[in-house]
T-cell receptor, first 114, second 112 residues
């Protein structure tokens, strides 16, 4: 089944403790991206990657890092999480960037930073 | 700057009704428009993708139309069921086409 897989689904952590949220897609998509969803603010893009080793900032990149060493994986790294990063996170992929193709989203990761 | 608006913000209907959800966008230079469904606290499920060259797409009881010139799309749900209760989001590629711009969504409740 074609899908985007995120792990973990739920995570509670403490301020300052580094964490990684993994994202993997099995569709050989070139483009991958991370969004966060917050009440009243909707979905906002954090980072995106047009292909392996090509990443760029989205609208809200502060406090996050990403890497794209392999085509299928696009992990989101929070080096020093803070409570304002409590949110619902989504990974997405598309056949390529440029807006020509539809997006497939993962099931989400609910992160709570205390 | 592309902006996406969805009307109504919330809708509560009895089972069996036919529904129309509206989505409007300010910049008509889009490649496509995508409709998603989101259950509370869950992921985004793609429902329909309409390319700019198409006027509509159908999947089961769902039909989405696109009028680029007027900056509008509608999602028609036929014979609504309680299982259709969810938030429906529309999205278009943003400037530079490296992200999606989402509307705020329509929260639908279908009661038996």
């Amino acid at each position: 089944e074609a899908q985007v897989t995120q792990n973990p689904r739920y995570l509670i952590t403490v301020t300052g403790k580094k964490l990684t949220v993994t994202c993997s897609q099995n569709m050989n998509h070139e483009y991958m991206s991370w969004y966060r969803q917050d009440p009243g603010l909707g979905l906002r893009q954090i980072y995106y990657s047009m292909n392996v080793e090509v990443t760029d900032k989205g609208d809200v990149p502060e406090g996050y890092k990403v890497s794209r060493k392999e085509k299928r994986n696009f992990p989101l790294i929070l080096e020093s999480p803070s409570p304002n990063q409590t949110s619902l996170y989504f990974c997405a992929s598309s056949l390529s960037g440029g807006g020509n193709y539809g997006y497939t989203f993962g099931s989400g990761t609910r992160l709570t930073v205390v | 700057k592309q902006e996406v608006t969805q009307i109504p913000a919330a809708l509560s209907v009895p089972e069996g009704e036919n529904l129309v959800l509206n989505c409007s966008f300010t910049d008509s230079a889009i490649y496509n428009l995508q409709w998603f469904r989101q259950d509370p606290g869950k992921g985004l499920t793609s429902l329909l993708l309409i390319q700019s060259s198409q006027r509509e797409q159908t999947s089961g009881r769902l039909n989405a139309s696109l009028d680029k010139s007027s900056g509008r799309s509608t999602l028609y749900i036929a014979a609504s069921q309680p299982g259709d209760s969810a938030t429906y989001l529309c999205a278009v590629p943003g400037r530079g086409y490296n992200k999606l711009i989402f509307g705020a969504g329509t929260r639908l409740a279908v009661h038996p």
